[in-house]
Nanobody, 129 residues
Framework: QVHLVESGGGSVQAGGSLRLSCAAS????????????LGWFRQAPGKEREGVAA????????WYRDSVQGRFTISQDNANNTLYLQMNSLKPEDTAMYYC??????????????????WGQGTQVTVSS
């Protein structure tokens, strides 16, 4: 059963913008107001996966890694069961596979992968200089 499906990746030049979408279904939709945390992670070739941004589905609180603060915006549209990541002023170092994730009743750090129970398949973002 597929719970999260990402889209919106692509290739852009440095300084450009992309908006990633993540369509949620099943358990996530049924529990979207029950203290779930939704996040975006990325993994560049040869590097560990890292947290990019996250949002509390009920409170709307957001978190960002320092390197994307002010350039990326995470948001959710519960009416359409979709999570977004608006990425502006993209840099070559933003090149990576981007994954959305959802966690039930998280208690730890927003960037910790163990806090997330559901993962999408990923969408590729490539930024050229």
């Amino acid at each position: 059963q597929v719970h999260l499906v990402e889209s919106g990746g692509g290739s852009v030049q440095a300084g450009g913008s992309l908006r990633l979408s993540c369509a949620a279904s099943g358990y996530i939709v049924r529990n979207i107001y029950n203290n779930m945390r939704l996040g975006w992670f990325r993994q560049a070739p040869g590097k560990e996966r890292e947290g990019v941004a996250a949002i509390s589905s009920s409170a709307g609180t957001t978190w960002y890694r320092d390197s994307v603060q002010g350039r990326f915006t995470i948001s959710q549209d519960n009416a359409n069961n979709t999570l977004y990541l608006q990425m502006n002023s993209l840099k070559p170092e933003d090149t990576a596979m981007y994954y959305c994730a959802a966690g039930r009743s998280p208690t730890g750090a927003w960037w910790a992968e163990l806090e997330y129970n559901f993962w999408g398949q990923g969408t590729q973002v490539t930024v050229s200089s």
